[in-house]
C-alpha cells in the first residue's frame, strides 16, 4: 500500500517561492507515475506536473510550465515540487498522487486523475498581492 503524506504549503507573496515535499513508503519510486495535482476554490482538482520515477521524464501543465519543477530524491523517497514566481492564480489546495506501478522504461506521465490510485492529503498555497 502506497502511502504519500504532502507537505511545505504555506503563504507567500507575489513572486515568490515555496517548495512542497511529497513523503511515500518505501519502494514507491519504482516505475510510477507521481503526479503533483491542485484545487482552487470553486474549481475542479487539475494536474499541474507529472514525473515518471524510471526515466526522470516530467511533464507540466502550461499554466506552470517555466515555473514549476518536479523532481525526487530517491534516498529519502520524497517528491518535490519547486514553485517559482508564485502568482495569485496560484492559490490553491495542492495534492501528490502515484501510479500503480508502470512496465516501462520510460512514460510520458498524464495530468488527468485516471489512473492515480494513491492521493496524499493536500497542502494548502496562497499567494496574496
Known amino acids: 500500500q502506497v502511502q504519500l503524506v504532502a507537505s511545505g504549503g504555506g503563504s507567500v507573496q507575489v513572486g515568490g517561492s515555496l517548495r512542497l515535499s511529497c513523503a511515500a513508503s518505501?519502494?514507491?519510486?519504482?516505475?510510477?507515475?507521481m503526479g503533483w495535482f491542485r484545487q482552487a476554490p470553486g474549481k475542479e482538482r487539475e494536474g499541474i506536473a507529472g514525473f515518471y520515477t524510471y526515466s526522470g521524464r516530467s511533464v507540466y501543465a502550461d499554466s506552470v510550465k517555466g515555473r514549476f519543477a518536479i523532481s525526487q530524491d530517491n534516498a529519502k523517497n520524497t517528491l518535490y515540487l519547486q514553485m517559482n514566481s508564485l502568482r495569485p492564480e496560484d492559490t490553491a489546495m495542492y495534492y501528490c498522487a502515484a501510479t500503480s506501478p508502470r512496465s516501462y522504461s520510460d512514460y510520458v506521465c498524464s495530468l488527468t486523475e485516471y489512473g492515480y490510485n494513491y492521493w496524499g492529503q493536500g497542502t494548502q498555497v496562497t499567494v496574496s498581492s
Open positions: 518505501e519502494n514507491t519510486f519504482n516505475r510510477r507515475c
